[in-house]
């Protein structure tokens, strides 16, 4: 795809998504700027990955085209869903029928919760891309955004760091970093995605024990 036909695509794209999500309000750890970070973060990984533009591109703009509450019984099969939806929307928009299945699977395959292992380059890049919004400072803002949303605190005032008690990220957002956000590192698909996930992680480290230093 020329540079013209890859933006143009990514309107067309992006235009689809704001349209289904329409009838639902916006999950704001999950909006269109997400998508386009994924997707830039993707073409980074890419250039050490070699992978299928034409394949990648809808995979991250389409990979939260159904977006699920953490809550909701469906949540598991969220991007499977997603991937139906997009697949049914690029065939119409006349999309490359031997090129479906593949952005079918990356969509599949990005989620934490469908279990399901990526087997192609895109689908490895694109869970990499995705992943990486869980660390750093976005990751950081979406923590606490979806925490807030769900009715969690910030922390255990009186144990942050959970010394004494059991972690609860439901109840308390900052042990959501050690009980999930840190072992995404170990999860990374590419060598420059685990690269990138190391520097966040050490970044979040700081930041909680910056946050630790404030707290006491």
């Not at 639902?24 to 970070?37: K, M």
Request: aromatic share 6%; glycine share 6%; proline share 5%.
């Amino acid at each position: 795809m020329t540079p013209a036909e890859t933006l143009s695509r990514q309107a067309r794209y992006e235009a689809e998504v704001a349209r289904q999500w329409s009838a639902h309000p916006v999950d704001g750890a999950h909006d269109l700027g997400h998508l386009r970070r994924v997707w830039r973060r993707a073409q980074l990984i890419a250039m050490d990955e070699p992978c299928d533009a034409e394949v990648l591109l809808p995979a991250c703009i389409f990979h939260d085209l159904v977006n699920l509450p953490k809550s909701h019984p469906e949540r598991a099969r969220a991007s499977t869903l997603s991937a139906e939806a997009a697949c049914h929307f690029l065939r119409a928009d006349g999309f490359a029928e031997d090129k479906l299945s593949a952005v079918g699977h990356a969509i599949a395959a990005h989620s934490f919760s469908a279990g399901i292992a990526p087997a192609t380059a895109e689908a490895r890049v694109l869970q990499d891309a995705d992943r990486l919004e869980a660390l750093g400072a976005i990751g950081l803002a979406r923590m606490f955004h979806v925490a807030g949303s769900m009715g969690g605190g910030l922390f255990d005032a009186a144990d942050p760091m959970a010394l004494h008690r059991p972690y609860d990220d439901r109840a308390f957002a900052l042990d959501h970093i050690e009980t999930k956000l840190l072992k995404i590192v170990d999860t990374m698909q590419t060598a420059p995605g685990r690269a990138m996930a190391e520097e966040r992680a050490d970044w979040m480290l700081s930041f909680r024990t910056r946050l630790l230093s404030e707290i006491n």
